[in-house]
């Protein structure tokens, strides 16, 4: 990087850590801390709602599966906007009237302790180790623009969020999220352009779209009902809205952030922005990867993206046939750029019969481009099986180091690392409420004075800082980083969602039941995903969270029976 890079970087982040500390000055008790003084305008809070969930790993990752599979991940948010609805009308009233901390308070009124702590700490099973993948994704970029070492780059990355996130507490985490939005968005939108400007003469933005969805990149939509397909509309619209239920309603890392919010009203308003807002930006980061790949037709791109890879294959015994592959892969692309010039000309010519030649030609040449590369990834397997052989992560950042102009580099690194920091500093801030409140408050230390609580909470704030970095080591073992972190919380939410649920609308289940209805659910969703794994069952990861969700209402309400002795809310 340049040293206007450099600037740029390092003062957007000075800027960005910096007003967040001077705005939350005051912050004196555990309420302040923990809650923001419930002061934040509904605008903080959509912002804040959509940066918790937008992390490093969506600007990272997702131009990479855009990359690779074309938009129909976002049929993924399709049930966002109805979840929001669902949410603002019945469960967000509930949390409002009760002035609880965090989500899992009223389990405990609703069924007993136990349930109220079993929620929690599944909540913070799976969010603690979210939080890992999320240091993960900015520390990639790190360790490939620094040669660092990617481990010693994580915990480095780590420690400057702990001690960021343990000076602030959640209105630090708030204020600073509507600045890194801000530029999160710009810089995105710069990206697009200098994308689009840099597409070869005779090759217009039509053309770059018409490429796109001739060679099955511009898959929006999917209607074909199939439990196996992991993105269609159906999956969306159910295993997505249910994911989003209990993503939005029950994970405390998003409550917090509404909680927060000055009255009913405003934080209403902040849910709904995000129901409008968040699936035309998720569109639009999609895009941008489709823009990634048609730019990648006419610009020669490295057989593999993971430089790391390709440099431990250039210097074992195996970099002379890389060095072949290579070769091939220069020779097919030259030859496929060639084929698209020709597919073009031919689509404005409007001959039907001379455009499908064109493209049979394109996707000869791409199954060729395709199968060199899985010869490599055989080839970095054989070198370090520890070595990620799936490189859509790295795709974006590439196209950001090798081809923005100076001082633009700087502000896109800014964004991955706003996007970073603004994801994690919640989590941890969530992680850190919920144990102080649900589990040491509420178990260990019932009678203590409020600045206790205060020195527990940011104690906490370090201590899932540390397990979150531990997660982060073995990050590298996903395949992709946006679906890893959807599949972590697919595993748990469903359960976690069943609970609440039952909580609202089943009165008459009491918290025997529904404790062990819970068990029950989780053990056999963790089973579903083992055997998918191992082939025996084929269900998308999405299921399973409406899998989870009504094994537990089923569980509760049989066993509610069981036990014959209905318990009155």
Known sequence: MSGLDWTVLTLTLAYIVGYGVWKTRGIRNTEDYLMGKRQLPWWTIGLSVVATQASAITFLSTPGQAFEDGMRFVQFYMGLPIAMVILSVTILPIYYKLKVYTAYEYLEGRFDLRTRVFTAILFLIQRGMAAGIVI???AIILSTIMGWDLLVTIWIMGALVIIYT???????????QKQQMIIILAGMVVAGFVLVSLLPTGVSFGNAVDVAGRMGKLNVIDLEFDLSNKYNIWTGLLGGTFLMLSYFGTDQSQVQRYLSGRTLKESRLGLMFNAVFKVPMQFMVLFLGVLLFVFYQFHQPPVFFNKTATEQLRNS???SAFEDLEKQHTQVFNDKKLALH?????????DETAINQAEARVKTLSKEAAAIKANVIQLVNKVDRETEAKDSDYVFITFVLNYLPKGLVGLLLAVIFSAAMSTTASELNALATTTTIDLYKRNIRREEHDQHYLKIAKLFTVG???????????????????????????????????IFLVAFYFKKIG????????ILAEILVITIFVLDKLDIVQIAYLWLNLIGCV?????????QNMDRKPVEA
């Open 551 to 559: 094994l537990v209402v089923i569980f509760a309400l049989a066993l």
């Open 136 to 138: 993960y994704a900015p």
């Open 317 to 319: 015994e195996y970099a």
């Open 464 to 498: 899932w800082g540390i397990v979150a970095l531990f997660f982060a080591t073995i990050a590298s073992h996903f395949d992709n980083l946006i679906e890893a972190v959807n599949i972590v919380g697919s595993l748990f939410y469903g359960a976690i969602l069943g």
């Open 342 to 350: 020709d597919f073009i000309k031919q689509m404005e010519s409007e």
């Open 511 to 518: 918290g025997k039941a529904v404790f062990f209805a819970a």
């Open 166 to 176: 343990v000076s602030g507490g959640t209105d630090a985490v708030s204020q600073t």
